[in-house]
């Protein structure tokens, strides 16, 4: 995808001449949701790829609309990021955004296309394209759209309910401080795809070796 929608269709014509099982890619957003299948052994396997970014919705695949056509890319798994500061510090963070006379229209500015900042509630504050709430201590926070997970564990029911051995994949480059600590959200994710049927959940990012947990084994 960092070649763009050509880049994106290429390798699904190189993967696809070659033979090899991928999965997160597509020409729009219902291909890219596909999983992968291959038979290894005694075992019908599928494999559901996502990502969760952070990167420009231009990256991810799109279906077609009555104002627009189709985009290739990248199976999106919705996510918003959000910085958590002490109250003092957030009332500090607003008053600097007042002194700055930073206007609505101007935060646009520093927002990827089609990806504005959300700000839910006055506890929250869009300080040029970086959402901080306040919180008891200072944190990184990643929330998963439920609406997007709703589509990908719907994906791991059905082929699960085909009697595939189930591998959920993500990809994203929110780490942690510490790159060896899985965020917490990862570990909360995996675990529900789990429950939604998948045998193996895999991610990668971080380029370090992370944590392997066996849960309800």
Same mark, same amino acid.
């Given at each position: 995808f960092?070649l763009?929608?050509?880049g994106? $269709?290429?390798? $699904?014509?190189?993967?696809?001449?070659?033979?090899?099982l991928?999965a997160?890619?597509?020409?729009?957003?219902?291909?890219?949701r596909?999983?992968?299948?291959?038979?290894?052994?005694?075992?019908d396997?599928?494999l559901l790829?996502?990502?969760?970014?952070?990167?420009?919705?231009?990256?991810?695949?799109?279906n077609?609309?009555?104002?627009?056509?189709?985009?290739?890319?990248?199976?999106?798994?919705?996510t918003v990021?959000?910085?958590?500061?002490?109250?003092?510090h957030f009332?500090?963070?607003?008053?600097?955004?007042?002194?700055?006379?930073?206007?609505?229209?101007e935060?646009?500015?520093?927002?990827?296309?089609e990806d504005?900042?959300?700000?839910a509630?006055?506890?929250e504050l869009?300080f040029?394209?970086t959402?901080f709430t306040?919180?008891?201590?200072f944190?990184?926070m990643?929330?998963v759209?439920?609406?997007?997970?709703?589509?990908?564990l719907?994906?791991?029911r059905q082929?699960a309910?085909?009697?595939?051995?189930v591998?959920a994949? $993500?990809?994203?480059?929110?780490? @942690?401080?510490?790159?060896?600590?899985?965020p917490r959200?990862?570990?909360?994710f995996?675990?529900?795809?789990i429950?939604?049927?998948?045998?193996?959940?895999v991610s990668?990012?971080?380029?370090? $070796?992370?944590?392997i @947990?066996?849960?309800?084994?």
């Amino acid at each position: 995808f960092d070649l763009g929608a050509g880049g994106v $269709l290429s390798t $699904l014509e190189e993967v696809q001449a070659r033979g090899y099982l991928h999965a997160g890619i597509g020409v729009d957003a219902t291909d890219a949701r596909k999983p992968g299948r291959r038979r290894l052994g005694k075992r019908d396997v599928a494999l559901l790829a996502i990502d969760a970014g952070p990167g420009p919705s231009s990256m991810y695949a799109e279906n077609h609309t009555a104002f627009r056509p189709a985009r290739p890319g990248v199976n999106r798994l919705k996510t918003v990021r959000k910085i958590g500061v002490p109250d003092g510090h957030f009332r500090r963070l607003a008053r600097l955004g007042g002194h700055l006379q930073s206007s609505p229209f101007e935060l646009t500015n520093y927002a990827q296309p089609e990806d504005p900042p959300e700000v839910a509630s006055d506890r929250e504050l869009n300080f040029y394209g970086t959402v901080f709430t306040q919180a008891a201590n200072f944190g990184r926070m990643v929330e998963v759209d439920q609406a997007s997970a709703s589509i990908h564990l719907s994906a791991i029911r059905q082929a699960a309910a085909q009697g595939d051995f189930v591998i959920a994949y $993500l990809h994203h480059h929110h780490w @942690e401080p510490g790159w060896q600590d899985v965020p917490r959200w990862v570990q909360a994710f995996a675990r529900t795809c789990i429950d939604a049927g998948a045998n193996l959940f895999v991610s990668h990012g971080a380029p370090v $070796l992370q944590a392997i @947990e066996i849960y309800n084994g």
